[in-house]
Every structure is written in structure tokens, then in C-alpha cells.
């Protein structure tokens, strides 16, 4: 669509659903950046741009204003910052593209809970319409093995508290991240925190230690055994019979998933578990023709 006029501070990160997004960094890095599982912003110290360093970004842009439609707000957790930073943004956005449909940023929940309802219903109102929310799990024993700063109620309250301004979400699970010990109560845990929050979007990919295993397992509080394929879709089986979702768009596509799953929860809810069945069957032998593979 265009060359890009502005200068990232890399690495950069963007869901997948935001590839035709304009990105525009609010914050670089992480100010929790302490899970055990996620090396995107160990490279980078937390900092909060200069608004006149963000307004020179978005201004770049004009040129191509009328064809941008979405927003994305990186880094890691933009909604760290109080409305008093953030409105002034959203207003700049909204004012220099006309056509703009939709604003978007990774959130926590903790995040999401520092804010009150009204903080919340100001920035849905300014068009921050979708939150993306790594869950990970919904296991309080697994979310403090990996650090993850959460709980199974800060979590369900946060969401929960951002749905009810009109904010979307999605939200993410990690297949294996509490490894052998933490198994079963990552997928019952996990299928109760979604039953409990019923987001727009959901989505599940593996666990992948991007440093190696052993620096995983160094971070992550307590002993980690790596899930072999069997026991991942083991896990995804038991995920996914105690899931209950209405009407959640669902996909198991990343790079990582092996089993690839498309749909909507609940409508589709036998299907895959049928498909997950037949992936247990013959994990390996017909795994690309069965269901895709990588």
C-alpha cells in the first residue's frame, strides 16, 4: 500500500490479524517483561514515547490517510499509561484518518483492572475497539510457574470489565506451557477461563521455547517436562471438551500448531474434537493430510 516514512525501534510485534494495520508505537517494550515463555521485548527497557515523537509517527502518514482503516498501538501493553496519555493519542488518530474503522492494542488484564469503568468506556468511545490478551492459561499454579503476573480471577475480571464497555477481545492460550506436571489443570483451567469471559476471538498456539529449552526451563518456576505431540493433543482434547463458548471465533492456525482448527465456538465443537481424535489416532503417519500440518 505504501513505503513506510517512519523509523521503528525493532523488534516489532503485531497479532496476525493486524498485517494491513498501521502500527504506531506508543511504548517500547514490556513494563511486566517478566514471563517465562515470551523473549519479544527481553531486548528492549521499557520506555513511554514523547507524545510529539508519536503525533510526528501518525503525521507521517497523512499522505495516505484515506486508505488507512486500522490502528494497531504497539508495544507490548500501551494501556500501562493512564487516559490522560492515551486520549490525546486516540484523538490525533481518529482526527487525521477519515475512514478509520477500528484502533487495537495488546493488553493484560492487570492492566485492564487498573482502569475504571469509565476510563475504559473513554477509550472504547475514542475507537479503541479490540483488546488482545495473552491468557496463557487459566491455572493459577501454571500462570505463577511461568511468571505471568496473573490469576484465574484477575483475568476473568478484567476481560470481563472491558467487554462490558463494548471492547472486543481476543485472547490466546498456550498449548504445553506448564509442561507434564501442570497438564491437565492447563486445559480444564484454561476451558473454564474462556467459558467464564466468552471473548469475540480466541485462539491457542504451542509452546515454543525461542532460546532453546533449558533457558525455558530456567525461568519457569518449578520442573518443566516438554509435551511430546501425543501429549499436546492430549492436552487440546481436554481443552476442548470442557470448553462452552457461544459464539467465539476460534482458530488453531499459528506457526507453531500442528493441528490446525478453524471455526466458531460452540457450533463447531464436535468437529474438532473429531479432528483432534483422529490426530491422536495417527499423530504422525497422515498428519499434513489430515489437518494441514505447518
Not at 517465562?36 to 507524545?51: A, I, L
Not at 492494542?105 to 483488546?131: F, H, M, V
Not at 511468571?147 to 492460550?173: L, P, Y
Not at 486445559?187 to 533449558?214: C, D, M, W, Y
Amino acid at each position: 500500500m505504501f513505503g513506510f516514512p517512519i523509523t521503528y525501534h525493532e523488534p516489532l510485534f503485531r497479532p496476525p490479524s493486524e498485517g494491513r494495520s498501521l502500527i504506531i508505537q506508543v511504548t517500547l517494550g514490556c513494563s511486566w517483561n517478566k514471563c517465562s515463555f515470551c523473549e519479544m521485548y527481553t531486548s528492549k527497557h521499557f520506555t513511554v514515547r514523547k507524545q510529539e515523537d508519536v503525533f510526528q509517527d501518525i503525521e507521517a502518514f497523512k499522505p495516505w490517510a484515506d486508505q488507512i482503516t486500522k490502528v494497531f498501538l504497539a508495544d507490548g501493553d500501551p494501556l500501562v499509561l493512564s487516559n490522560k496519555k492515551l486520549m490525546p493519542i486516540l484523538e490525533k488518530i481518529n482526527a487525521t484518518f477519515p475512514n478509520l474503522r477500528r484502533i487495537s492494542t495488546y493488553a493484560s488484564p492487570s492492566n485492564i483492572n487498573r482502569k475504571s469503568d469509565e476510563d475504559l468506556k473513554e477509550l472504547q468511545d475514542a475507537g479503541l475497539q479490540l483488546l488482545y490478551v495473552g491468557i496463557e492459561s487459566g491455572d493459577d499454579a501454571t500462570l505463577e510457574a511461568i511468571q505471568k503476573g496473573e490469576t484465574f480471577e484477575s483475568t476473568v475480571t478484567g476481560i470481563n470489565k472491558a467487554q462490558r464497555v463494548g471492547m472486543d477481545t481476543s485472547v490466546m492460550i498456550i498449548t504445553g506451557v506448564g509442561g507434564r506436571y501442570h497438564t491437565e489443570q492447563h486445559a480444564v483451567r484454561s476451558a473454564e477461563v474462556l467459558n467464564a469471559i466468552q471473548p469475540k476471538f480466541a485462539s491457542t498456539l504451542v509452546l515454543t521455547a525461542h532460546k532453546g529449552l533449558e533457558h525455558y526451563k530456567s525461568r519457569f518456576k518449578g520442573e518443566f517436562i516438554e509435551l511430546n505431540l501425543t501429549e499436546q493433543l492430549d492436552e487440546m482434547k481436554r481443552f476442548m471438551e470442557k470448553v462452552e463458548l457461544k459464539n467465539t471465533i476460534f482458530r488453531s492456525d499459528h506457526a507453531s500448531n500442528r493441528l490446525v482448527l478453524k471455526g466458531v465456538l460452540g457450533k463447531d465443537k464436535e468437529r474438532f474434537l473429531a479432528q483432534i481424535e483422529q490426530a491422536i489416532q495417527d499423530p504422525y503417519g497422515k498428519t499434513r493430510q489430515v489437518y494441514g500440518g505447518y
